[in-house]
């Protein structure tokens, strides 16, 4: 086991271990309910870029800290250090699509490990992994609409894996979706208890990178071609719904 943090980002609440061949980024900021600063989501875009070209590095494994939440998404309150709202707007929405397009692009084998609940980005980050193993207790949730918050790549994310029907009912509803039924509706691949959620982990981390990486490489890039084609189109709409909020 080697822990492969640096103490300049120690402070971020982002750690990252690699354990053999696997790489294990855990957001640990429990208790803010492991929300994601900018700055912690530049380090865990980074650090899945750092694994993705390191030869010694099979899969990475994205967890949270505590037994309670994965993570409810950005950090909507960080406070700007300029002051400027707006332009923290902006740096959140690029930080964000950046993580996204790392977890997708990453030629290596990426698997959500949901301790917990997983809420608004940090759902997303659960349905673009190409495997999500959840203890039973976790939930899938895109709440946005009960903040009078459109989200237009939760919806574009949902109508892409799951169809017209998956994405009304979360986006419109903003509900939260217990792990059980995200596996019967194929958000999730496996539920077990917590006690077993990290084993349960290792071996489908395990059985994927097993696979040979330039054919895992090629079927992702072929794979989430559509979804990134919908992501783009669901950022452009962000960036006019931003523009006519800043009016």
């Given at each position: ?13 982002v750690?990252?271990?690699q354990?053999?061949?696997?790489i294990?980024i ?18 865990m875009?980074?650090a ?10 099979q ?22 250090v ?11 929405s ?7 397009d ?21 759902a997303m ?29 939760g ?27 995200a ?13 077993e ?25 072929w ?13 452009e709409e ?10």
């Amino acid at each position: 086991m080697m822990q492969s943090v640096s103490p300049a980002s120690a402070t971020i609440a982002v750690d990252v271990e690699q354990r053999n061949a696997q790489i294990w980024i855990t957001i640990s900021r429990a208790e803010k309910a492991n929300a994601m600063t900018v700055a912690m989501v530049e380090r865990m875009t980074s650090a899945i870029a750092e694994a993705g070209s390191n030869p010694d590095v099979q899969t990475i494994l994205l967890t949270g800290a505590g037994t309670r939440v994965f993570s409810a998404g950005v950090d909507v309150r960080e406070k700007p250090v300029d002051g400027d709202q707006a332009g923290q707007r902006e740096r959140r929405s690029h930080a964000l699509a950046s993580l996204q397009d790392a977890v997708m692009n990453c030629p290596k084998p990426v698997i959500t490990v949901l301790n917990g609940t997983a809420s608004g980005a940090g759902a997303m980050l659960a349905l673009l992994s190409d495997a999500c193993v959840a203890a039973d207790e976790a939930e899938l949730t895109l709440p946005e609409i009960n903040l009078s918050i459109p989200t237009f790549s939760g919806a574009n994310i949902l109508e892409v894996i799951g169809g017209r029907a998956l994405a009304l009912d979360l986006i419109q509803t903003g509900r939260r979706m217990p792990a059980r039924e995200a596996l019967s509706r194929g958000l999730i691949t496996s539920v077990v208890p917590p006690s077993e959620l990290q084993s349960a982990a290792e071996v489908v981390a395990e059985g994927l990178g097993s696979k040979d990486p330039h054919a895992f490489a090629a079927n992702k890039r072929w794979i989430n071609r559509s979804l990134k084609k919908a992501l783009n189109e669901a950022r452009e709409e962000h960036a006019r719904h931003r523009q006519k909020v800043a009016k």
